[in-house]
């Protein structure tokens, strides 16, 4: 038998879209349940360094970074999407400063952190404009919350714990789902939803609910003011990935471990949404695990990646979603191997989340350690006389600071990460045995394709009509920002504020 459960508001996912479209359904007084396919709530989005891309606001003033403004984010955008949706990009400008100010009204602080934008074109911010949630101790929230808060990705991966100090995107889930309770809010975990449920008998009426599937058997919850699909994209699914273009494997992916599956997606495209996929990814280098998953990279300090061929093919200091997408650009690339010295110790000269334990990836063969060069390329079976002909070639770049082939150090991004010492402090030798390589390949933080929506969240069908009652943000959308990553928090940034006007939407509907 189908329990049927009412609300005005039904939240699919947990992640920071889904939690911010919630917290404000819930504190504009509508009644409100997030429904969480897993036990745990906040999906990748509490594995994330919890950086928001949310130009314009006050807490960017309030840091003296006075060249933000939407204004100069709207001069960014406009240099750097290709065939963006003019009202969309709008849209996320003018809610932005909005939204945080809304936030942090209802009790979420933000502070600014320097982390460089992914491109050098007009109206870009040295140093960027994105900002982050406010550390927070666990046992100042609620428990009802923090005890079924998904760990950071190196925890939750082997079955450890959280924390007792969220930071990042635990403090952003954290905080997002304790104002949501004392809001009101409901949660349901362990409920998959299995479709849409719609007024009309042949599926084209209002969206007025969700079917799911609990322990106990059937429900349905309906939802009187609208259902927001916030649930992520389709990166845990291999079938889905192939049908629609998108490189990399389920193994590799950084989403938790049989999630975002698309059912959410597919259950509005059975009632007729449109959707686009030409966005793709949201793509990194992986750093291979012993296990066979992929680590999340960036901040390459030294070093130098090179293919199947033994040769380089990228800036290594390329923001991470950009050297992502030259990796997919080639099959010698995935795998890559990743060249290193010993000047570190052993240990990656790179961010690796997690990167994992030396011995356990020399066993697995995930890393490689040798006292030549030579014998380096007869373990990794690169061709010996190209790979010691790059490492030399790259070794002179450093010396004379300038990277003749890829630019490396040129851009602010390049160097901001970096530590070397030289001319060019992104170009460090390569020079010190034993000398070590790990293998890559490609990973990403979710799939970027999506339901298409308008400016105000609303899922529209493919004559551009909106489906009523039915919203989509976060990676169950296709990006407001297309295949471009404008800069850390883009995606949260995104996924929030189109969930603040879903609801918006709600309210003056």
């Not at 990403?444 to 489906?467: F, H, M, N, S, Y």
């Not at 996924?495 to 003056?508: G, N, P, T």
Request: glycine residues 14%.
């Amino acid at each position: 038998m189908t329990q049927t459960q009412q609300y005005d508001v039904v939240v699919v996912g947990s992640g920071g879209g889904a939690m911010t479209g919630a917290l404000l359904a819930a504190r504009a007084g509508l009644r409100t349940v997030v429904v969480e396919k897993t036990d745990k709530l906040g999906g990748t989005s509490a594995y994330s360094g919890g950086a928001c891309w949310l130009p314009g606001s006050d807490v960017q003033q309030r840091a003296g970074v006075t060249a933000d403004s939407t204004d100069s984010a709207r001069t960014y955008l406009g240099a750097i999407l290709e065939d963006p949706d003019p009202d969309r990009v709008e849209a996320f400008l003018t809610h932005s400063p909005e939204l945080v100010a809304e936030l942090e009204a209802a009790g979420l602080p933000f502070e600014w952190i320097a982390f460089s934008e992914y491109y050098d074109a007009p109206g870009r911010v040295s140093m960027g404009r994105s900002i982050q949630p406010l550390n927070i101790k666990r046992d100042e929230l609620t428990a009802e919350v923090t005890d079924r808060l998904r760990p950071p990705v190196e925890r939750d991966r082997v079955g450890e714990g959280g924390r007792r100090t969220l930071s990042g995107g635990q403090a952003l889930i954290a905080r997002l789902g304790a104002l949501y309770v004392a809001a009101g809010g409901e949660f349901r975990t362990n409920l998959p939803v299995t479709g849409l449920v719609t007024a009309g008998p042949d599926g084209t009426g209002r969206v007025t609910g969700v079917a799911a599937m609990s322990p106990e058997g059937p429900v349905v919850l309906e939802a009187s003011r609208g259902v927001l699909v916030a649930a992520g994209g389709f990166e845990g699914n291999a079938a889905l990935r192939e049908a629609r273009g998108v490189p990399g494997d389920v193994a590799w992916t950084m989403a938790p471990r049989d999630t975002n599956t698309g059912e959410p997606i597919d259950a509005a495209i059975a009632i007729g949404a449109a959707a686009d996929f030409g966005g793709v990814g949201w793509f990194c280098p992986g750093l291979e695990q012993p296990d066979g998953g992929g680590s999340f990279t960036l901040g390459f300090r030294s070093g130098l990646m090179v293919d199947q061929h033994g040769r380089r093919y990228a800036n290594e200091c390329l923001p991470y979603d950009r050297f992502g997408r030259l990796m997919a650009a080639a099959p010698e690339r995935i795998p890559s191997w990743f060249i290193f010295d010993s000047r570190e110790g052993g240990r990656l000269p790179a961010i690796g989340i997690p990167e994992g334990d030396l011995e356990e990836h020399l066993t697995a063969g995930t890393w490689v350690r040798a006292d030549t060069l030579e014998e380096l390329a007869a373990a990794t079976g690169l061709p010996a006389a190209t790979l010691v002909e790059q490492v030399e070639r790259f070794n002179t770049f450093a010396e004379k600071g300038v990277d003749e082939d890829f630019g490396r150090g040129e851009d602010e991004y390049d160097t901001f990460f970096a530590g070397g010492t030289g001319p060019n402090t992104a170009l460090t030798p390569c020079d010190q045995p034993p000398y070590l390589a790990a293998r890559f390949v490609l990973s990403d933080l979710g799939t970027k394709g999506g339901l298409v929506t308008d400016q105000a969240g609303r899922v529209l069908r493919e004559d551009g009509a909106p489906i009523p009652g039915l919203y989509a943000s976060s990676n169950s959308a296709a990006s407001v920002f297309g295949s471009v990553y404008p800069g850390p928090g883009a995606p949260l940034g995104s996924a929030m504020v189109f969930a603040s006007l879903a609801v918006r939407d709600m309210l003056e509907g």
